[in-house]
């Protein structure tokens, strides 16, 4: 039988782990925060948002959120950015994804300062992880990674099949897992025969955000499965890209959905703004 690799329970040692550091850091005069900032009236993000609060606060990190209109233009994001940069109070920006379409995104992650880019999205992060130096890692990548390491899952030698190639997840962990010497295939919606590719992997990693995408047939026998999916079902469930039932009987490890990725993403956005505030009185080991 499958192990379950529990990314709540993981979580919630990372973050009490984190409070300990954070209180640390208090005593040194240093009190870590986060600024986030919305763009528009997005649902989904202001419950990512709401959450990403609770976690800081429950670590001790303060907390503040700027909430910038729907028809806002880019120079009012970039100076707001800007006087967020300047501000020694904050350690950590964050501008939550998606913003109007009429706005520049990667413009406006460029202008975030790289030493309070918690999100490891500005291209000075993005290339020190090309380059395997120490950076903000992207949360979710940073998070499936960290569950690597409980599960003392060696990944040397392994072959990962990743399946999506956004920016945010498929991308930068093709570079984390290549870190780690794994032989890496990366697909995507023009990739030919999937499920070629996809039976050959020893770690397969799902991206898509697509419901019960990955079956059975297209896992290898005893592989890895983490499923970074989140979707929702016609009657409010929230599942994954994998047919969890069927494929989970085939795997050795493999995430559930709710309670994998999800929450360790949010455990490594608190790990990155306490790196960030430590970074800045230089503090890091
Ligand atoms: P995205 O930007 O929409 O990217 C989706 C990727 O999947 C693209 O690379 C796309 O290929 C590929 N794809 C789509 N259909 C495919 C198909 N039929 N065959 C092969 N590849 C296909 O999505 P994202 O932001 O990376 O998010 C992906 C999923 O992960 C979503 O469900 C999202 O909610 C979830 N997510 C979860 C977390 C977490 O913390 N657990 C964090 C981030 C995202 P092309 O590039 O060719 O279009």
Redesign the pocket.
């Known amino acids: 039988m499958a192990v379950l690799m529990d990314g709540k329970q993981l979580a919630k040692k990372i973050r009490y782990n984190l409070r300990t550091e954070c209180d640390e850091l208090k005593k040194k005069g240093i009190k870590p925060k986060l600024a986030v900032i919305m763009v528009g009236n997005d649902n989904?993000s202001k419950i990512y948002v709401k959450n990403k609060s609770k976690a800081c606060q429950e670590v001790g990190i303060e907390f503040e959120e700027f909430l910038l209109d729907e028809d806002t233009t880019q120079e009012k994001l970039e100076n707001l950015i800007e006087k967020l940069n300047q501000n020694e109070d904050v350690h950590g920006i964050l501008l939550q994804?998606p913003i109007p379409k009429k706005l520049d995104i990667n413009r406006a992650f460029e202008k975030i300062s790289p030493s309070k880019d918690v999100d490891g999205f500005n291209p000075v992060n993005v290339g020190k992880l090309a380059l395997n130096k120490d950076t903000f890692i992207s949360?979710?990548p940073y998070?499936i990674m960290k569950m690597f390491e409980e599960y003392n899952i060696d990944l040397a030698g392994k072959h990962a099949v990743i399946?999506?190639?956004?920016?945010?997840?498929?991308k930068p962990l093709i570079q984390c897992i290549l870190n780690k010497n794994a032989t890496v295939t990366i697909?995507?919606?023009?990739?030919k025969n999937?499920s070629k590719h996809t039976i050959e992997a020893d770690v397969l990693v799902?991206?898509?955000?697509?419901p019960n995408?990955i079956t059975a047939d297209m896992v290898k026998d005893n592989s890895i499965v983490i499923?970074?999916?989140?979707?929702r079902t016609e009657d409010g469930k929230i599942v994954?890209?994998v047919d969890f039932e069927n494929v989970e009987k085939k795997t050795s490890y493999i995430t559930p959905?709710p309670g994998?990725?999800?929450?360790?993403?949010?455990a490594m956005l608190i790990n990155n703004v306490i790196k960030a505030a430590k970074t800045s009185k230089n503090l890091n080991e």
């Open positions: 989904a994804s949360c979710t998070g399946v999506g190639r956004s920016n945010i997840v498929g697909c995507h919606s023009k990739t999937l799902s991206a898509i955000g697509k995408f499923d970074v999916g989140i979707n994954g890209d959905v994998g990725v999800g929450p360790m993403t949010i």
